[in-house]
């Protein structure tokens, strides 16, 4: 069974950057999908991005087309979810999750962490 533990998360002014971690358990992220999904208050949890075993990435949402970027260390079971010039649209509770393949549908994702606050807001 795999453990995801998000962290970076807090408030940034429109604008701004932050970079989201996902620590995984186990060496076994190697093989996972680990995609970045979000959600806000009274809306569906939306696919961010995602990165594959080998490395592919794609984004989940055009929104975040050319702001987001997604990367992986297998060495530190971590992928990171780097975010630029953040629009209050971006604010949310940011979740990893792993799974066999990248998907927009969360529910392809086996495993879930407890999520990091994102909030835009000047």
């Known amino acids: 069974q795999l453990q995801l533990v998000e962290s970076g998360g807090g408030l940034v002014q429109p604008g701004g950057s932050l970079r989201l971690s996902c620590v995984v358990s186990t060496f076994a992220m190697a093989n996972r999908a680990i995609g970045w999904f979000r959600q806000a208050p009274g809306k569906e949890r939306e696919g961010v991005y995602c990165?594959?075993?080998?490395?592919?990435?794609?984004h989940l949402t055009d929104s975040v087309k050319g702001r987001f970027t997604i990367s992986r260390d297998n060495a530190k079971n971590t992928v990171y979810l780097q975010m630029n010039n953040l629009k209050s649209e971006d604010t949310g509770l940011y979740y990893c999750?792993?799974?066999?393949?990248?998907?927009?549908?969360?529910?392809?994702?086996?495993?879930w962490g407890q999520g990091t606050q994102v909030t835009v807001s000047s």
């Open positions: 999750g792993a799974g066999w393949r990248c998907s927009v549908y969360s529910s392809d994702y086996e495993y």
């Open positions: 990165i594959s075993g080998n490395g592919g990435s794609a």
